[in-house]
């Protein structure tokens, strides 16, 4: 049962991890489309479509990883479970700042946090790794 339940967990961390690089893609993207090459302008579009959708896989996919490697506590310590649960909490504040613009009335000030929330989150990611092995 043991067996099962980590790849589970590595299966869903992939998952995971991909959908964080595809929505940071989004932003890089972006940079790139405002220079204006016709493909960054393209892919960016796309990403865009998809931004919400995998931002949504993100949390949820995070929150079951979370969960199944609860059961190895003891294996790494707490500082990857909390660098995770900063991870995910910031994804989740990143989300929320999106949905919270019409309460935030200026575009810069709800992309700010937005923006705020997906870097701390990325550090957060890296960090958890790090602690990770």
């Known amino acids: ?12 961390s992939i998952i995971a991890i991909v959908a964080l690089i595809i929505v940071v893609a989004k932003f890089i993207t972006k940079r790139f489309s405002k220079k204006g090459s016709f493909f960054f302008k393209t892919i960016d579009t796309k990403f865009m479509k ?7 896989i993100l949390i949820v996919s995070g929150t079951i990883h979370g969960i199944l490697t609860f ?8 500082r990857p479970y909390i660098m ?3 991870c ?5 504040a990143s989300m929320a700042s999106f949905y919270m613009k019409k309460r935030l ?10 923006r705020f929330f997906a870097v701390m989150s990325i550090v957060a990611f890296i960090s958890h790794i790090a602690f990770s092995r």
């Open 71 to 78: 059961s190895n506590f003891t294996q790494f310590g707490i």
């Open 50 to 56: 998809i931004h919400k959708p995998l931002a949504k």
């Open 1 to 12: 049962m043991k067996i099962y339940i980590e790849k589970t967990y590595i299966m869903i």
């Open 84 to 86: 995770g649960t900063i």
């Open 105 to 114: 009335k200026s575009i810069k000030k709800w992309v700010l946090y937005h």
């Open 88 to 92: 995910l909490l910031s994804c989740i």
